[in-house]
């Protein structure tokens, strides 16, 4: 099974970027992994915070026709212990399906339309991280969620 | 107030360093802003976990005896909106308290004695972070409570 992050604008942060680059590497030793960024709509061309959204939700729509399954990261999805969310990755590994695709908004949040079109949604914390924190927090517990799945000594109950 | 971030061992990647540092830099425009770190025990000193988090254990409660209030930062405790967190913190300004202390155990947490002693508990996730990770978590989300007490238009809802 094929593991894609959908992210909307690129890390600014090259401390972030590092960070995250090297759980991806991590994560890449047990499955495909691949971190893909969409464009950011610009806040400053006259664009209101929806509109971003709105347009920023096409994009989303269209990248993920190409997944079987698809899960939006987003405060108002589920919290998950990690333990669970290990429970949940074996349980798509099982399921047969090719590719599964997480989606990371931009700094705006998701469109009504995407909210609307995944009804998969996982909430990492019920606090509001910043988008790019965001990243970092999930390729870190998808390392983690690997690491149990392997028996890795890196999780602590 | 002062507010003080009391974490067990030193943040060893130079990068996550970095980001933290950041945000311990723009919360110092608001507010009397520390992070202190203990040192940790080693784990190799043929140590089981539980004496780890014992020894730790002394020592965060010998640092805590310091501040007026204390919160530990750990998966047991109450999770909270980004916005009942600044509310939290604001309440902490109008308390007439002079100082307090938020705790990040070290990489097995917290041993019961801390537990016992220390009933403010908050989760940032209910997802297992790593004690570094927590750290950074902490400090965004510190930030952003400021930002929302002051109007600052940095926290979208």
């Known amino acids: 099974m094929k593991i894609t992050l959908l992210t909307v604008g690129k890390t600014t942060s ?22 893909k960024y969409l464009p950011n709509q610009k806040h400053t061309k006259n ?16 990248a993920l026709s190409k997944y079987q399954i698809a899960v939006l990261l987003d405060d108002r999805g589920s919290p998950m212990r990690s333990m669970d969310f290990a429970g949940s990755i074996q349980k798509h590994f099982n399921s047969g399906q090719k590719s599964i695709c ?51 000594p890196y999780h602590h109950e």
Chains 1, 2 share one sequence.
């Open 14 to 35: 090259k401390e972030m970027k590092s960070l995250i680059d090297d759980y991806v590497q991590r994560i890449g030793h047990f499955v495909n992994f691949d971190l």
């Open 47 to 62: 664009l209101s915070e929806k509109e971003v959204k709105t347009a920023e939700g096409l994009q989303i729509l269209d």
């Open 102 to 152: 997480y989606i990371i908004g931009g700094a705006y949040g998701f469109s009504e339309a995407v909210y609307q079109a995944v009804p998969k949604q996982l909430s990492l914390s019920k606090m509001t991280l910043s988008h790019q924190m965001v990243r970092l927090l999930f390729v870190e517990q998808l390392y983690r969620g690997l690491a149990i799945i392997n028996h890795l």
